[in-house]
């Protein structure tokens, strides 16, 4: 699966940016799909993720203004991020596992990463 992230960009605060994750090589109908971040200095952290099935999981920062989707006739995940905040800067990468669990580590499959910076 060769994953390929978009979106990122400068925000401010309180502003909306919507990132896209195109997938080619397979199907994402049948896996599980996640966001994860990097900011500097700190470890790269699950931030959403969303099941074959639908199922979702936000981490506890980003829940109530993050949404992630899928559209599997185009074959892409989209994350939605609302309420921006100088914290939610960090590099966005996206992810794919077999794993239907989406807290299950490691995903096999990532993007190359689309920056987001948001500034007060």
């Known amino acids: 699966v060769q994953l390929q992230a978009s979106g990122g960009g400068l925000a401010r605060v309180g502003e909306s940016l919507r990132l896209s994750c195109a997938a080619s090589?397979?199907?994402?109908?049948?896996?599980?799909m996640a966001w994860f971040r990097q900011a500097p200095e700190k470890e790269r952290a699950i931030v959403a993720g969303?099941?074959?099935?639908?199922?979702?999981y936000y981490s506890d920062s980003v829940k109530g203004r993050f949404t992630i989707s899928r559209d599997n006739a185009k074959n892409t995940v989209f994350l939605q991020m609302n309420s921006l905040k100088p914290e939610d800067t960090a590099v966005y990468y996206c992810?794919?596992?077999?794993?239907?669990?989406?807290?299950?580590?490691?995903?096999?499959?990532w993007g190359q990463g689309t920056r987001v910076t948001v500034s007060s």
């Open positions: 090589g397979r199907t994402l109908r049948s896996v599980t």
């Open positions: 969303i099941s074959w099935s639908g199922l979702t």
């Open positions: 992810a794919a596992s077999p794993n239907f669990n989406i807290l299950t580590m490691p995903y096999n499959y």
